[in-house]
């Protein structure tokens, strides 16, 4: 059967310690930054489909074939009756003879070192950016950060689909009505 859905999928590490950016300050005083010497951090698994904006998100411990294995399962909940195919990098863990991949779900792997072919990067891109010079407590607190902006991306499949839908992608989709079979 024919592939009926292809999402972009990557995963992200997000710390205690967030990027720092440039910020504005009084000539002559130093940026009021937050020091912290924690190193803690979750990792964000995500499946967009950059035609409608939909997506399939996990906070995961690791980036392992367990981790891995668990988002695919999920994968599966998300969409249940149709075929997926999931572009993704060559991760390590991506390649390994210990992912089960469930009925239904074939991955199709981008070129060597193309991180920016991934749509599913720009979601970390913006989520990096939204977090920037924060330092949180907790892990929890991060996840809560995250889980808050991720839900406002959500919110807004017409924002998911601006960011994600790169032209080359768009138009490989409509020129092949059955991408895979």
Known sequence: TAVTRVVAFDEGRFGLKCWFRRRWCTVGHRP????????????????????????????????????????????????PDERIGVVLDGSGSHR????????????????????????????????????????????????DALTSELQRLWDHPKVVIRMTQYPWWRDGIKATPSPLS
């Open 32 to 79: 009021p930054w937050i020091v912290a010497d924690r190193y803690e951090w979750v990792w964000v698994y995500i499946a967009v489909t950059p035609s409608s904006g939909e997506c399939c998100c996990l906070l995961l411990p690791h980036v392992d074939t367990i981790c891995l294995n668990l988002f695919l399962a999920a994968i599966r909940a998300e969409w």
């Open 96 to 143: 390994s003879d210990k992912v089960a991949w469930p009925e239904g779900i074939v991955p199709l792997p981008l070129p060597p070192y193309s991180p920016e072919l991934n749509p599913a990067e720009q979601v970390f891109r913006r989520l990096r950016k939204r977090l920037a010079n924060e330092v949180f407590a907790t892990l929890e607190g991060l996840k």
